[in-house]
């Protein structure tokens, strides 16, 4: 389960709400009064939440490990966290958290981070990373391995 963003206690249901300009993952009752902007909802019963994030009509979802992909990143451009979060303006340690997958991004942070690391943690909700689509059948080939 994922701690509130603001007074950290776990949460069953995460609300993506605007405080002071800054888009933050809270429980239920640190929501109320606040500027909604999504709420996240189980897309199955008992399965985990889907990680996705939407500002207005842009809807993105974040790939699985996108905390260990943050972190490597970081460690082939030695990059200390505390320098990356000057870079773009970010507490360290929410970045922690970020990069430990205990809390999401928000769609801004996100986009900075991406930009500041040259890495890609979004894809399009929805999408899904397909191997051989559109082929036919009979397995991948040499030709596939060196043409992607």
Known sequence: MEECELCGRQMKEVYIVSVEGADLRVCTSCAKGKKLLY???????????????????????????YGKMIHS???????PLKVLAEMINEKEAHLLRIEEEKTQPSIELTRKIEKALNIKITQQRGDEPRVGAGRKPGGITLGDYFNS
Do not use: Y
């Open 39 to 65: 709420k996240e909802v189980e897309e199955k019963r008992g399965a985990a939440p889907r990680r996705t994030i939407k500002k207005g009509e842009e809807e993105v979802e974040l790939v699985d490990g």
């Open 73 to 79: 990143a970081r460690d082939r451009m030695q990059l």
